[in-house]
Structures are given as structure tokens and as C-alpha cells.
């Protein structure tokens, strides 16, 4: 290669560089969406390869690629020009992190507490020794007092290992008075859609009230007409920057109003 198109390529490098900066500069300000979405694009190869590392873990890599892509957004989210980091350097343990977490709630198949999750496997280590040493199935008394734990917080682990291996909803009981057999689904209570249908409403009406008119107009335009912030501006004559903070100013209303 000539050092002219050394010289050249360098300055490209060089110039992606400040663009990509000043991209983060600008998502940082404004959290527009689509700066986020170029973004993404643009390093969207890391995750593809960082998922590449954990096939055939009993996995499809599909489903590793949507982890480490929710990663990628994390980074995005989190990354802070001022500390002087290159971005793929900051994004890659932020992404394997999200990769492994996803993998250890895995073996879980209902999602617990990680403290109950890690009590319960030193549980598990303390019958295995208990068992060796009084020669007999250990008690509760037993476990609590060899991890050096109360009673309750054994049963309330053991309790949650049942999370690892659910029953099955096919199981049935015997009901004694009448030897009839029921199914565990038979007796598990069903939500009632209607009710939270009714809940949502009252929600969405008591957020709408706090909208005035201007907002109320791009909230429609935005998320139901799914018009681009750039149209709704020219719309209303206004910059693009109003309608983002408009945006902003609708979604903290509802959050408001969502945990009164």
C-alpha cells in the first residue's frame, strides 16, 4: 500500500471517529431515537461476534443475538464520551455481561431472587455432607444450623428451588371426600382480561387529562400515526428539538401517573 493511501485511509478512520463522537454527543443531548438506531447499525457487529462465542450451549444463536443486542442498547444508553473511552471497548463487557446473566437465569425456569438461587445451592452442598456425617436424612435444624442460618430462610430457599423444576400442570389430586381427582390446572385461578382492560382505561383516560391540547396532538402523531419527530415538527412549525422535548415532557406525565 502507497503511503498516499495510507495517508487516506488514516484520515478516514480518523473522520468515522469524530462522526461516531459527535453521533454519542448529540444522543446524549437529545435521546433521539433515530441517532440511536444509527448507532445501533453501526455496531451492531458487536454483538453478532461476541454471540458467536456461546453457540452450541444449548442455545440458539438467535436467541443469544437478541440478548447481546438489548446489551448493545445498554452500552449505548450508559456510555459517556467524557471518560475518554473507545466506545467498542466500553460496549464489549457491558454486552458479555448481559450474555452470561442471560445464561445463569436460564437454569431457572421461574425467575427467583439470586439470593435465594445461591442459598439454595449451598442447601444442596450441606445435605450431601450432613447426610455423610449423622448418617441420616438432615433436618431443617440440621441445615439451618450447619450454614449457620435460621430455619426460615432454609425453607424459604428450598421453597424457591422448586423454580428449578416446576410440576407439571397435568399432576392430579385426590379430593378425599369424594376420591374425585382434579389436575393442578383444574385449580389454578384464571385473570380476568375484562378487569385489566377496565384498569388500562381508567390509566390512559387520567394520563390524557394531564395532556394539553398541543400535546395530546403529538401524542397521536407520534405513537399512534407513527409520524417521524421531523414531520410533526414542520406540522406545527416548530424545531425538531421542541417536539423531542414535548415527547420527553408526555412520557414523564404518564410515568407520574402511572406510579400514583
Do not use: C
Amino acid at each position: 500500500m502507497t503511503n498516499d493511501k495510507k495517508t487516506k485511509n488514516r484520515r478516514q478512520t480518523l473522520d468515522d471517529k469524530k462522526h461516531m463522537r459527535e453521533l454519542f454527543k448529540k444522543y446524549a443531548e437529545t435521546k433521539d431515537v433515530h441517532i440511536r438506531n444509527e448507532l445501533i447499525e453501526r455496531y451492531i457487529y458487536i454483538p453478532e461476534i461476541l454471540s458467536r462465542k456461546y453457540v452450541n450451549k444449548g442455545t440458539d444463536y438467535e436467541d443469544i443475538f437478541q440478548v447481546a443486542s438489548m446489551g448493545l442498547i445498554f452500552a449505548i444508553e450508559r456510555f459517556d464520551l467524557s471518560r475518554g473511552f473507545e466506545f467498542p471497548s466500553f460496549a464489549t463487557p457491558t454486552i458479555i455481561g448481559e450474555i452470561k446473566k442471560y445464561f445463569r437465569d436460564k437454569e431457572w425456569l421461574i425467575r427467583v431472587p439470586r439470593r435465594i438461587q445461591n442459598l439454595s445451592k449451598k442447601i444442596n452442598v450441606a445435605k450431601v455432607d450432613l447426610q455423610q456425617q449423622l448418617l441420616r436424612t438432615p433436618t431443617i435444624e440440621d441445615i439451618a444450623k450447619h450454614l449457620e442460618i435460621t430455619q426460615e430462610e432454609v425453607i424459604e430457599a428450598m421453597e424457591g428451588s422448586y423454580a428449578y423444576a416446576p410440576r407439571s400442570l397435568d399432576m392430579t389430586y385426590r379430593v378425599h371426600s369424594d376420591d374425585k381427582e382434579l389436575s393442578l390446572i383444574d385449580m389454578i385461578g384464571q385473570a380476568d382480561k375484562n378487569i385489566e382492560g377496565i384498569e388500562n382505561k381508567d390509566f390512559l383516560d387520567r394520563a390524557m387529562d394531564k395532556l394539553n391540547e398541543v400535546e395530546r396532538e403529538v401524542l397521536k402523531d407520534r405513537f399512534f400515526d407513527l409520524k417521524t419527530q421531523s414531520q410533526i415538527a414542520d406540522k406545527l412549525g416548530v424545531s425538531q428539538m421542541t417536539v423531542s422535548r414535548l415527547e420527553k415532557k408526555i412520557i414523564e406525565k404518564f410515568k407520574k401517573e402511572l406510579h400514583k
